[in-house]
């Protein structure tokens, strides 16, 4: 049998796993289907909806866009560790202007509303581009299983992660998942979505 004949039954079974490198394997054998006519494990799974991310024509593994519940979870634990990293930033700035410009020291007195969001936006684009760039999940993800992929299912260009950090500039962006399919504006602009894996 070939590929897409094998598919057609890896695609709709219970066993079936997501390997973004080698696209849907069996989660019995976990190496791609090899059987003739028929599978003797193949198990159909009724669970199987318009949700399920990916063509079932194609050869990219089956994913299940991420729930609005997760996508809220990898909010929550991100925005803790971006203002983490925005207090720690601050601090090694402050330190090292005590001993090179005490004088500048007085540029943290001041209530500048855009110099704070400039900074905020700068801390949040660099800790989404660094951990989405290199691992395609920020820390959030790593808690939900959850992972950025393109809308095709593969691994996402850089570019495409420096994009879905931009957008998340846009006010009131952050609520933008939170609707039906879960798909905020920073997914759209990207071409990128969010899916659920196994590890």
């Known amino acids: 049998m070939t590929r897409d004949q094998h598919l057609a039954f890896c695609k709709i079974c219970v ?15 976990n190496d791609l289907a090899d059987f ?21 024509h ?11 519940g997760k ?7 991100d925005y803790l560790f971006i203002l983490g990293l925005a207090s720690l930033v ?5 330190l090292i202007l005590s001993y090179v410009a005490p004088e500048k020291l007085t540029f943290f007195d001041q209530d500048n509303k855009l110099l704070d969001y400039l900074f905020g936006g700068i801390v ?19 808690f939900t299983k959850t992972k950025v992929v393109t809308e095709n ?14 957008c998340r500039l846009i006010p009131f962006e952050v609520f933008s998942f939170l609707g039906k399919n879960a798909i905020g504006w920073h997914d759209t602009l990207s071409n990128t979505r969010v899916v659920e894996i196994e590890d």
């Open 15 to 29: 066993h079936r796993k997501n390997d973004f490198e080698r696209g849907i394997v069996c989660g019995l054998t």
């Open 36 to 56: 003739e006519n028929d599978c003797p494990s193949f198990e159909r799974d009724e669970n199987i909806t318009t949700r399920s991310f990916g063509s079932m």
């Open 58 to 68: 194609s050869d990219q593994p089956q994913l299940a866009t991420a729930s609005a």
């Open 71 to 77: 996508r809220f979870i990898n909010y929550l634990v």
């Open 90 to 94: 601050g601090v090694v700035v402050a």
């Open 124 to 142: 949040l684009c660099a800790y989404y581009i660094f951990f989405e760039g290199l691992t395609g999940r920020s820390i959030g993800k790593f």
């Open 153 to 166: 299912g593969e691994k996402p260009t850089f570019a495409m992660i420096v994009t879905r950090s931009l």
